[in-house]
C-alpha cells in the first residue's frame, strides 16, 4: 500500500465526475518517487493514460526559462543588471505610457532600460491586463496576448511588434505576467547565439535525459485537450493540433511538451541544486519583489504569493496545503508543480483540461497530498 493512496483516489474521483478524461500526477517525498495515472488520453479515442504520456504544459515553460537564465548569468554571457538592449535592439528608446490605460499616444520616454533581472522577475513594463486597456486591446490585436499558444510569428517579427507598443509601467516598477518570459525566450536564444530548443538541449533537457521535454512531439503519446464551457468540457480543436510541427516561436512562456517524470526529474535537479549552483537557486526560488513591484501578482493572486525568477513564491498561508517558501507555478493548459522544503516534498499533476482561470488551485490533489506527506 502506498503512502499516498489518498491521492491516487482523489485524483480517481475527479475523472470519475467527468472533470477530465485523465490525469498524471507524481510526488517525491523525503527522496521517494512515485507516479501516477488515471482516466484516458482523450473521450474520443479512450486509450488508457500513462505516467509518460505527454502534455502541452503551458506556463509550466516558464521555470525552465528562469533555469536557463540562471545558467547563462553563471556563464557569463550576460549579468542580472546588464542591459538587454546589446542583443534586443527592438527595445532601445522605448516609450511608456503616462498612466496603464493611457491612450497609446500619451507617453514620456522610458527612464531606464530593460534589464535581464527585469525579463525574469516580470517587471519590464508591459504583460498581461485584466481590464479592456487600449494597450490591452492593441497587445491582442497583434496577437501578442497571454495564450495557450505560442505567438504565431518569427522572434524577429515579435521583437519589432513588442518594440511598436509603449510599455504599460516603467521598467522596474510593476509586475506583469508572461510577456516577460517570451521576451526573455528571444533574448536567451540571441545571447547563446543558437536556437532557443538547440540552447534548452544542450543545458537542461540532454543532461538531465528529460528525453520527451520540447516544442514539439516527440514520438510520445500527446494527451488531448478540453475546454471548460457552461455545457462542461469540449476539445480544445486549435490547441490539438499546435506542438505536432515545429513552431515558428520557441516559447519558453507557455510553448513546452512535457511528461510528469520529466518534469519531476528538472525539479529534482532544482530542488537538490545539482542543475545550478546553490546561490542562484536560492535567488530563483525566493521572493525578488519589492513592495511597489508586488501590486501587479496581488492583483492576479492576492497578497499570499510573491515572484522569483520565472515561478511564484508562498510568503503566506492561503490554503491548508500552503506554506511560505513553497514554489512553483502552474500552466493554463492544467498544469500545477510545485516544491515544498517545509515538507520535503515535490508534487506534479498534469491535466488535460484547461484552466478557467488564475484561481483554480488543484485542490483535488494538493489537499490530500499534504495530508499524506
Known amino acids: 500500500m502506498s503512502q499516498f493512496d489518498s491521492v491516487w483516489r482523489s485524483l480517481d474521483k475527479t475523472v470519475a465526475s ?22 484516458v488520453r482523450s473521450y474520443e479515442a479512450p486509450d488508457p493514460m500513462q505516467t509518460d504520456t505527454s502534455f502541452r504544459i503551458a506556463s509550466l515553460s516558464k521555470p525552465l526559462a528562469g533555469a536557463l537564465t540562471a545558467l547563462m548569468i553563471a556563464d557569463g554571457v550576460f549579468t542580472l543588471d546588464d542591459s538587454v538592449e546589446q542583443w534586443l535592439p527592438e527595445l532601445a528608446g522605448q516609450k511608456v505610457l503616462t498612466h496603464p490605460h493611457a491612450a497609446l499616444d500619451q507617453t514620456v520616454p522610458a527612464n531606464k532600460p530593460i534589464t535581464v533581472r527585469h525579463l525574469l522577475t516580470m517587471t519590464n513594463g508591459i504583460g498581461a491586463f485584466f481590464t479592456k486597456t487600449p494597450l490591452a486591446v492593441a497587445m491582442q490585436s497583434a496577437g501578442l496576448s497571454p495564450s495557450p499558444i505560442p505567438p504565431q510569428m518569427s522572434p524577429d517579427q515579435f521583437m519589432a511588434v513588442i518594440a511598436a507598443l509603449p510599455l504599460a509601467y516603467q521598467p522596474g516598477d510593476h509586475w506583469m505576467y508572461h510577456t516577460a518570459s517570451d521576451i526573455l525566450s528571444v533574448l536567451l536564444a540571441r545571447a547563446g547565439g543558437k536556437s ?127 506554506a511560505p517558501g513553497r514554489w512553483g507555478w502552474t500552466g493554463g493548459s492544467g498544469t500545477s508543480a510545485v516544491v515544498d522544503p517545509s515538507r520535503d516534498l515535490i508534487g506534479i499533476v498534469f491535466t488535460q483540461r484547461l484552466m478557467a482561470g488564475p484561481n483554480e488551485n488543484f485542490s483535488y490533489f494538493w489537499e490530500p497530498l499534504a495530508a499524506a506527506a
Open 196 to 322: 532557443l530548443g538547440d540552447l534548452l538541449k544542450e543545458r537542461i533537457t540532454g543532461p538531465l535525459n528529460m528525453q520527451s521535454t520540447g516544442f514539439t512531439l516527440r514520438g510520445k503519446t500527446l494527451a488531448a485537450a478540453y475546454r471548460p464551457t457552461p455545457r462542461g468540457i469540449v476539445a480544445f480543436d486549435e490547441y490539438n493540433q499546435a506542438f505536432m510541427q515545429a513552431p515558428p516561436f520557441e516559447s519558453l512562456g507557455g510553448g513546452l511538451v512535457s511528461t510528469v517524470p520529466d518534469y519531476m526529474t528538472f525539479l529534482c535537479a532544482l530542488a537538490d541544486d545539482t542543475l545550478l549552483p546553490a546561490e542562484m537557486r536560492a535567488q530563483m526560488t525566493s521572493d525578488q519583489l519589492s513592495d511597489e513591484q508586488k501590486a501587479g501578482i496581488i492583483e492576479m493572486m492576492g497578497p499570499t504569493k510573491t515572484w522569483g525568477w520565472q515561478l511564484a513564491v508562498e510568503n503566506a498561508v492561503s490554503e491548508p496545503w500552503t
Open 18 to 39: 467527468k472533470w477530465a478524461p485523465g490525469i498524471v500526477a507524481g510526488v517525491r517525498h523525503k527522496g521517494k518517487v512515485e507516479f501516477y495515472a488515471t482516466g
